[in-house]
C-alpha cells in the first residue's frame, strides 16, 4: 500500500490486515506489530527523502532499536483496515525516540515507544545521525 503524511509531523502508513498477520485465535499476533511500527518509521525517513540501505553504504550509518514499550489496547482481527503512524519524539546526538500508534477507524488500539540508536554497520558502535538527516528529523520533531 501507498504511504501518505497526515501532517509534517506524523508519518501515516495504511495496513490491510491479513491472514499471515494472525495467530490461531484469529487476531493479529502481538509480535506483529513491530513489523508494522518497523514500516511505518521507514516509510518515515522514506518520506524526508532517505533510504536505509544508501544510509549504510554511503554515510555508515544503521539504526538499531535498544528499547521499546507497547501498549495493547484492543485486538485487530483479519481484514481490519489499519493506519501506522510514526512520530519523532525525540532527537538526539546518536539517538531517536519515536512515538508510534496503530489505529482502526482513528480509534487507537496499539502504541509504542521506539528508541533507536545510530550505529556504524561493522562495528555497532555509536554514530552521530547523518548532519541532512538529523536537519530533516529536527524540522518535524
Sequence with gaps: MEQRQRHARVQSWPVRVYYHHTDAGGVVYHGTYLDFFEAARIELLRALGFDLA??????????IVYGMHVSYRKPARLNDALEVTAEVARLGRVRIEFAQRVLRGGEPIVSATVEAACVHPRTFRPVPLPEELRERLGSIA
Excluded: M, Q
Excluded at 544508501?54 to 539504526?63: D, N, S
Design 54 to 63: 544508501e544510509l549504510a553504504e554511503k554515510r555508515a550509518a544503521i539504526f
